[in-house]
């Protein structure tokens, strides 16, 4: 009785020695990278970095114990993402599996008002492998941009951005990581059609020292070129544009003529086109009528355009 009552003494004593034992946590000293792998919560397919995940506040319980942390990447590695570390604050964002190869893990770092997002690879082993900066790496310029990491672990950088004649373009970078650790390039996409691009302006050359003789453009497939007339009652003018991504474009040169200060017209002597020219302080806006023979069917010579700085001349030694 005594030994079966002390075998049954042990048992008890290890089941409230197990239950006692504290788990382990992001902020421990003693971490392993494999503990820290195991940590990391799994995100869902598709995964995205963008600005909003960037700029949230992130719950205290992601903070990560940063000299643990250190030990898991080469000093290299580490000095580079994070030159500073006075005031530095990390945050666990979670993982990605790379079937049964690795992890793709989330790491975010705050710093003041700078905050960035890495994106880290450990092996099967939990050993490093390779990083790459995803807040470096996202699209310059305006419109919405971000990461997506897809089910089969594309890395993608991607750009979309809203034309002013409304056409939604779309830039992609696509990574991929070789079996050195390296982020390279796989493939570049775009669905910006460059084939109605303006090929070139047959009025560039023409004086332009009258107030409103300039280039006029939205972007670079779209353009109003105004240049000096012959007399002061009239100007020369040329236009492109391209509409409904590319589908619709119109193009058509002439001369106009002043019918006040800041408005001059063009009457087509071949059909019933007629173009009014409202002239602002920088910009002007075009309207037509019944100009269909020189465009798609589908849209119109009208619009506002910003005036362009013009370009500075070199000066001569």
């Known amino acids: 009785m005594n030994r079966y009552f002390s075998l049954v003494l042990l048992l008890l004593l290890a089941v409230v020695s197990c239950k006692d034992k504290k788990p382990k ?19 869902s397919y598709p995964v995205l970095v963008n600005d909003s995940v960037i700029n949230r506040k992130e719950k205290d319980s ?8 250190k030990t898991f ?4 590695v580490y000095q580079q993402f994070y030159p500073k570390t006075k005031g530095l604050k990390l945050y666990l964002l979670g993982k990605i599996k790379d079937g049964d190869k690795g992890n793709y893990v989330l790491v975010k770092s705050v710093l003041g008002k700078t905050k960035a997002v890495q994106l880290l690879y450990f092996d099967k082993k939990a ?19 971000y990461c997506r990491i897809d089910n089969k672990n594309n890395i993608s950088f991607i750009q979309e951005r809203k034309t002013p004649t409304g056409e939604i373009w779309t830039n992609e970078t696509i990574y991929f990581m070789d079996e050195k650790g390296r982020f390279i390039v796989a493939m570049t ?13 047959p009025i560039d050359s023409m004086p332009r020292t009258q107030k409103y003789s300039a280039d006029y453009s939205i972007d670079k497939k779209n353009l109003v070129s105004i240049r000096d007339g012959k007399t002061e009652k009239e100007f020369e003018f040329f236009i492109h544009f391209s509409k409904q991504n590319g589908e619709c474009v119109g193009e058509v040169k002439g001369t106009g003529e002043w019918i006040a200060k800041n408005k001059g017209i063009f009457r087509d002597a071949s059909s019933d086109c007629i173009l009014t020219f409202d002239f602002g302080t920088s910009s002007v806006r075009i309207s037509e009528q019944n100009c269909g023979l020189y465009r798609g069917i589908t849209c119109f010579f009208e619009g506002s355009y910003p005036r362009k700085a013009e370009p500075k001349k070199k000066k001569k030694k």
Not at 27 to 43: K, S
Not at 134 to 144: F, I
């Open 189 to 201: 996409n775009s669905t910006e059609d460059l084939s109605d691009l303006i090929m070139g302006n």
């Open 25 to 43: 946590e992001i902020t421990d000293a003693d971490l392993t990278a494999a503990d820290f792998i195991t940590l990391a919560a799994e995100l």
């Open 73 to 76: 990447l080469p000093d290299s």
């Open 127 to 145: 050993a490093y492998l390779g990083s790459m900066n995803v807040t470096g790496l996202l699209p310059k310029g305006t419109g919405v941009r």
């Open 62 to 69: 992601l903070l990560i114990n940063q000299e643990t942390y």
